[in-house]
């Protein structure tokens, strides 16, 4: 399938649930609406916040603060999660020690840790940026340690039979092994660094897109819930497409899906 035919493809979905969202809400099916307007809004409606937030301004105070709390949050829970991923694959007796606290850690609730950063962090930047790191550091960390694991016994008994020292190993053996695991976790980390962004927005904060939703939800506005969602959900693309641009720069040597059939 081509490039265009694909996009061509994206856009269709999006226009027809679009067209029977904005029919179903405000055309009457059998004497009723199928979608309350009151419940669900209406594309139209939405569309037309959008836009009041854009040309007023409004966005980009909250936009910004929650862009910069979402990368905070992607950058140092990705590094955490590299860095000690590594490490415990290299290290197995380490591993071995941690790794009922790894799972326990991973298994706690975020909702609940939540009211827990607020308390140690205030209500500012960093308790947003400690609920984004949990939640991204766990998805980096497992991918980049079973990426590490699952170099073949054979590749690096051969790169010992030709003199490579560990350091070696790791910079052309086990770093390559590990990168396509690791961008396959970047990718879903980026949504849940601007989930966990977010969703301390929206239990306590002044600013911020989780703020917009929350006080659109506070005075049944249902069309500023689902115009708040629309922004996230465009800005969570647009992060993941630089993601998408530093790994075909750095995974330039992988063969693509066609070399490979």
Avoid: C
């Amino acid at each position: 399938m081509s490039r265009v035919t694909l996009l061509a493809l994206q856009v269709l979905v999006a226009v027809v649930t679009l067209v029977l969202w904005q029919v179903f809400s405000t055309v009457p099916v059998f004497g009723k609406v199928l979608l309350p307007p009151f419940f669900f809004s209406n594309p139209v409606d939405v569309f037309s916040q959008i836009v009041k937030w854009f040309s007023t301004g409004v966005i980009w105070k909250h936009l910004a603060i929650t862009l910069w709390e979402s990368i905070l949050a992607f950058v140092i829970g990705s590094a955490g999660g590299i860095l000690v991923g590594f490490w415990f694959a290299r290290q197995p007796r380490v591993a071995a020690v941690f790794d009922p606290y790894v799972k326990m850690v991973n298994a706690l609730p975020r909702v609940v840790l939540a009211p827990i950063f607020v308390l140690w962090f205030g209500l500012g930047v960093w308790s947003k940026v400690a609920l984004g790191v949990t939640l991204v550091f766990f998805i980096v960390f497992f991918n980049v340690y079973q990426g590490v694991k699952e170099v073949p016994t054979t590749v690096l008994d051969n790169g010992r039979m030709l003199g490579m020292n560990e350091r070696q190993l790791m910079r052309h053996v086990y770093w390559p092994s590990a990168l396509s695991w690791m961008f396959s976790s970047l990718h879903t980390s980026v949504g849940f660094a601007v989930v966990g962004a977010v969703v301390g927005e929206y239990l306590g904060s002044a600013a911020g897109l989780g703020y917009l939703i929350q006080q659109a939800e506070g005075v049944f506005d249902v069309a500023g819930v689902f115009a708040g969602m629309f922004v996230l959900s465009a800005f969570v693309i647009l992060i993941d497409m630089g993601v998408t641009a530093v790994e075909k720069r750095l995974l330039v040597w992988r063969p693509t899906a066609a070399a490979r059939d």
